[in-house]
């Protein structure tokens, strides 16, 4: 284990490693150059990553606010952040499921396709019924994969007149803290950032970022028995046209219903040396079959 990347990306390009699982974007480039090293996908099917709201708390309890964030992220801002901006790392991605999987077709109309203007927003913001609660977002200070969008959204927030408090912490504590269903002055939180692999998310049974469980789901806890209705139709339709119309239904719902909001799908490097045999890239790291050339 090397955690400090710098040491790590020397240890790669003087062949003391021989694969690097997650290369940080902005050492990418310095890899590339040495011949001697192959960068991969470390998932083809990418990382979709998502804005989530806590639904139970002021003021995301309010979907105008939610339907309101949606117009205002564009994701090429967050998505440059965690790919060093290299436009082949990643896609603009307005959906749910992730682009380029048989779901992952974004709605028509599109709240996300056109971003209205700053002052328009700020307007979008009063008519929603914002009246200035504050907003707390946790972001991971050591997930280099995740803490730029925090940074992002917090000044996106700012912008908007919104009254934000950006807390960085580690993974771990984030996690613990957003358990807190409580509010933001007894220790709850607003909103967090994170990604899923997007073969987590291909199909709406498993798509939990969608999924309205309510208090049984997963952090944020969106409600909606519409949604579960849908999903349990899906699980029951035998044919897979019947199966895309109900997915694309579920789609139209959580534009509407605005559970979180995605952020685009972006691809992680791997590094590994070329004297290597057999790689596979998936979800996780593959040892099978990997040989010395």
Avoid at 18 to 37: G, S
Avoid at 192 to 221: C, K, S, Y
Avoid at 266 to 286: C, D, H, K, N
Wanted: glycine content about 8%; hydrophobic content about 40%; aromatic content about 10%.
């Amino acid at each position: 284990i090397i955690p400090d990347p710098s040491t790590a990306g020397a240890a790669m390009q003087a062949g003391e490693v021989d694969w690097w699982e997650q290369v940080l974007p902005d050492l990418v480039p310095i890899l590339r150059r040495n011949r001697n090293v192959a960068i991969g996908n470390g998932n083809p099917a990418g990382h979709f990553a998502i804005m989530r709201f806590n639904h139970t708390q002021a003021p995301f309890n309010n979907r105008k606010l939610r339907q309101v964030m949606l117009r205002a992220v564009n994701q090429a801002d967050y998505m440059a952040t965690v790919t060093a901006n290299d436009p082949s790392a990643y896609r603009v991605c307005h959906s749910f499921f992730p682009c380029g999987t048989p779901y992952g077709v974004e709605p028509s109309p599109n709240p996300m396709a056109e971003r209205p203007s700053l002052d328009q927003l700020k307007q979008l913001v009063r008519e929603s019924g914002y009246a200035g609660e504050k907003i707390v977002i946790l972001s991971p200070a050591d997930f280099p994969t995740i803490a730029p969008f925090g940074q992002i959204s917090n000044a996106l927030f700012r912008s908007l007149g919104m009254n934000v408090e950006l807390i960085e912490t580690d993974w771990g504590a984030l996690i613990q803290r957003r358990t807190n269903r409580g509010p933001v002055e007894q220790g709850g939180w607003s909103l967090f950032h994170t990604w899923w692999t997007g073969e987590t998310l291909v199909n709406p049974a498993m798509n939990a970022v969608i999924r309205g469980q309510g208090a049984d789901g997963w952090a944020g806890w969106y409600e909606s028995a519409r949604m579960e209705e849908l999903n349990q139709r899906w699980l029951a339709e035998p044919t897979e046209q019947g199966r895309a119309a109900i997915a694309a239904q579920m789609q139209s719902l959580a534009f509407e219903d605005v559970p979180a909001v995605p952020l685009g799908q972006f691809s992680i490097r791997a590094a590994y040396q070329r004297t290597l045999t057999g790689m596979v890239e998936g979800p996780a790291p593959y040892p099978w079959g990997i040989r010395r050339a």
